[in-house]
């Protein structure tokens, strides 16, 4: 069953279905419950770790991230949560799984654009470099803004 209850630390409002649930809070305080990196399915984790693997490679060769190798991880993200979707309890419905899956993917990028935006200033002026803002953007949105600062 799926239920909307207010978060009081945020003010927004979250959706919980037989456990699992969803917050939506854009600040860092209002982490996501089930992070889109801790998924049933293996398969999706070990495609994630080769694409870090293969940013970091090319960043030590050739100082540069790949916007591809950006783009897989952030589809990636999208995958596992539909995969999660699916995992949720038998008696769950298709239109709870759905709403499930869209609040998740909405916070999911969220998190990602929350952390380019100040990114994006950062790189401007010359602090970071663009692919290390992306970088990092795919972080916070795979692990949530409080796992990717620690």
């Known amino acids: 069953m799926c239920v909307f209850s207010t978060v009081s630390s945020c003010s927004l409002f979250s ?7 969803v917050f939506f809070c854009p600040f860092f305080h209002g982490e996501v419950e089930v992070s889109v990196y801790f998924d049933p399915n293996n398969l ?3 495609m994630f770790w080769t694409g870090v693997v293969y940013a970091g490679i090319s960043d030590w060769k050739y100082y540069r991230l790949p916007n591809k190798v ?11 949560l539909a995969i999660q979707s699916r995992f949720l309890a038998a008696e769950v419905s298709e239109a709870e799984r759905l709403q499930w899956f869209l609040a ?3 916070m999911y990028i969220v998190r990602a654009v929350l952390v380019l935006i100040p990114g994006i200033f950062l790189s401007h002026f010359g ?3 663009a692919g290390d803002m ?17």
């Open 70 to 80: 950006i783009g897989f991880e952030c589809i990636l993200g999208l995958i596992s």
């Open 104 to 106: 998740a993917a909405a």
């Open 44 to 46: 999706v984790q070990i």
């Open 127 to 129: 602090l970071i470099g």
């Open 134 to 150: 992306k970088l990092a953007a795919v972080f916070a949105a795979w692990f949530g803004p409080g796992k990717t600062i620690e």
């Open 15 to 21: 959706i919980s279905i037989n456990g699992k649930s």
